[in-house]
């Protein structure tokens, strides 16, 4: 299967906790102001990549501590996200997102409902300027959430990880 991708960072240390590879999804249709990847909003560039050629990327970085799916928005291509997150299931999984959880947990897109179940941390919401902080951890701006999406899905209530 492909994914189009603004790109890869392989060894990052801001999207998550510990070593991640980060994976940023091309097309965002947020388009926040004052986004950090505004080359990752148009639709039309990044280039495609075959998910296993990128499965067996990560396997070339053993100090690998998990995987983020950010963007861009992975949310737009869910079927490529949930394949990646399958066969990356060993790792822990965050994903950025500019959707909130609740319309994601109400999509009517099967393969969003499939990608949330494969998630392990969430951070929903779109970016804010104006509430942004670098104080903040593994989010951007103060309205954004992290959240632990498999208890969340389990308990039927938003469960937010300590900031």
Do not use: W
Not at 68 to 92: D, M, R, S
Not at 110 to 124: A, G, S, T
Not at 128 to 133: D, K, N
Request: charge should be negative.
């Amino acid at each position: 299967m492909q994914v189009k991708l603004a790109g890869i960072v392989p060894e990052s240390i801001v999207d998550g906790p510990g070593y991640r590879f980060a994976i940023f999804a091309q097309g965002c249709p947020h388009k926040c102001k004052d986004c950090h990847n505004p080359h990752t909003h148009d639709f039309d560039g990044g280039k495609y990549y075959d998910t296993e050629k990128i499965v067996m990327s990560v396997n070339k970085y053993p100090l690998t501590d998990g995987i983020t799916f950010t963007g861009g928005e992975p949310f737009c291509q869910p079927e490529a996200f949930v394949e990646l997150a399958e066969k990356l299931k060993k790792y822990n999984i965050y994903c950025f997102t500019g959707y909130d959880f609740e319309d994601l947990l109400n999509s009517r897109e099967p393969f969003v409902k499939k990608l949330l179940e494969r998630i392990d941390v969430l951070v929903d919401g779109k970016f804010i300027g104006e509430q942004a902080s670098y104080k903040l951890k593994f989010k951007g701006s103060e309205n954004q959430r992290v959240i632990d999406c498999k208890q969340s899905i389990i308990s039927g209530e938003i469960v937010v990880l300590a900031d």
